[in-house]
């Protein structure tokens, strides 16, 4: 894992994807930069990774400070060991019939792992994805697309969104704002997966916040089949899915079977 700077959430995250790495035995090695430092450290950290044949994952963590350039430094990552499956090469395989990624971005492959595990049918069902960011809401629709449902992709400038969503068999929301698909925007049994983190004010709870998704999931709950929670739900799958990549690596570094 290369940290750069010092956010309190990717602090956390990265705590906690240590701490899983731990309880699994996989080696975990973190490098931290300062908030100030240069592109190019970050790229020598990336390339000394990328060389050693002990490490099967390499891991930047984002958001990354404002004055380096992400696309610079994600396409440094080996393709080999891009477990958060942030390459460009990765992506573009991903879209295309026929072509195999060599890893799939961790929070959207979750997503379908938790589908496959409950038993629900994606193929010629209607999806709703919310968002179309690079690391979620994009991934997840070209998932969803190749196990063969009908994806719509929802976004800051679609008109109509609450109509586009209540058509929707599956919806994923990944927007970041909290609560935003309400009770009304839900087809009767749709199964929803929630990947919205929102910190909300809350003066009764011990930090003076709390975590919500982006879907009201007092109200969902009502309507919907199924939901994630928030927290829980999609955030350890996301690191349960970044440790798989791991070890689908390390097993294809190695030629095991
Ligand atoms: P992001 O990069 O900010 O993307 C948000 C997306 O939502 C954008 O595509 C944006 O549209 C769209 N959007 C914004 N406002 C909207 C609106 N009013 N109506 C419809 N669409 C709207 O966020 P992200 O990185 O994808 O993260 C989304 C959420 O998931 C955040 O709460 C984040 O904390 C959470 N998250 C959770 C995990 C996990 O492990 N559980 C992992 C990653 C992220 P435009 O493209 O038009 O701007």
Redesign the pocket.
């Known amino acids: 894992v290369i940290l750069v700077g010092d956010r309190k959430d990717s602090a956390t995250y990265v705590r906690n994807k240590k701490k899983a790495c731990e309880s699994v035995g996989i080696k975990s090695l973190e490098v931290r930069l300062a908030e100030d430092c240069s592109e190019e450290q970050v790229l020598k950290s990336i390339s000394c990774f990328n060389d050693d044949p002990s490490i099967h994952g390499i891991l930047v963590q984002l958001p990354l400070p404002s004055h380096m350039d992400e696309q610079n430094i994600l396409n440094a990552v080996s393709i080999e060991k891009d477990v958060d499956g942030f390459h460009p090469l990765n992506i573009g395989r991903l879209a295309m019939r026929g072509r195999e990624p060599l890893f799939v971005p ?2 959207p492959k ?1 997503c379908i792992e938790l589908l496959h595990r409950y038993n629900v049918e994606i193929k010629g069902k209607r999806a709703v994805v ?9 991934p997840a629709a070209l998932l969803l697309q190749r196990e063969d449902a009908t994806v719509s992709i ?5 008109k109509n ?1 609450e109509e586009i969503t209540r058509e929707a068999d599956i919806i994923i ?5 909290p609560n ?1 698909v309400r009770g009304s925007w839900i087809k009767p049994g749709a199964v929803i997966i929630d ?4 910190p909300v004010d809350d003066p009764n709870a011990p930090r003076g916040y709390r975590l919500v ?2 879907v009201c999931y007092e109200e969902a709950c009502q309507i919907a089949s199924a939901i994630t929670p ?1 927290p829980g ?3 350890p ?3 349960a899915m970044l440790l798989s990549n791991t070890l689908i690596s390390a097993k294809r570094i190695h030629n095991f079977e």
């Open positions: 961790c929070t979750g919310i968002g179309r960011s690079n690391i979620v809401g994009m929802i976004h800051s400038r679609t969104p929301a990944a927007v970041g704002k935003m990947v919205g983190i929102n998704g982006d928030v739900g999609v955030g799958m996301t690191i």
